[in-house]
Nanobody, 127 residues
Framework: QLQLVEFGGGLVQPGGSLRLSCSAS????????IGWFRQAPGKELEGVSC????????KYADSVKGRFTISRDNAKNTAYLQMNSLKPEDTAVYYC????????????????????RGQGTQVTVSS
């Protein structure tokens, strides 16, 4: 059973950068599309970005396009979310997720297809 763990959250000033990591244990990450999600206090879970199993397909929410970059290193069983030009409204708990029942899923699938999440990492953007 694939287990996902997020790393790299923290406190950063507006305009700053952070890189989140999503590490997998118990299975081969390279067989699964990985999604990044976030949930701010009092708000619904929001899909942020997706990368296909092989890395050739990506998707971004409009709110992060041009600022966030998703990538993966299947040899290291790890996916990443590079976040630049951070804004206070990016403050949230960030999760990585996969659909463990569907290998090589396309990022064109709805965000709801990513139903297995890690525990999350807090990102706070504040001066």
């Amino acid at each position: 059973q694939l287990q996902l763990v997020e790393f790299g959250g923290g406190l950063v000033q507006p305009g700053g950068s952070l890189r989140l990591s999503c590490s997998a244990s118990g299975n081969i990450l390279g067989a699964y599309a990985i999604g990044w999600f976030r949930q701010a206090p009092g708000k619904e879970l929001e899909g942020v970005s997706c990368i296909s199993a092989g890395g050739g397909e990506t998707k971004y929410a409009d709110s992060v396009k041009g600022r966030f970059t998703i990538s993966r290193d299947n040899a290291k069983n790890t996916a990443y979310l590079q976040m630049n030009s951070l804004k206070p409204e990016d403050t949230a708990v960030y999760y990585c997720a996969a659909n463990l029942g569907l290998l090589f899923m396309s990022c064109h699938k709805p965000w709801e297809e990513f139903h297995s999440r890690g525990q999350g990492t807090q990102v706070t953007v504040s001066s």
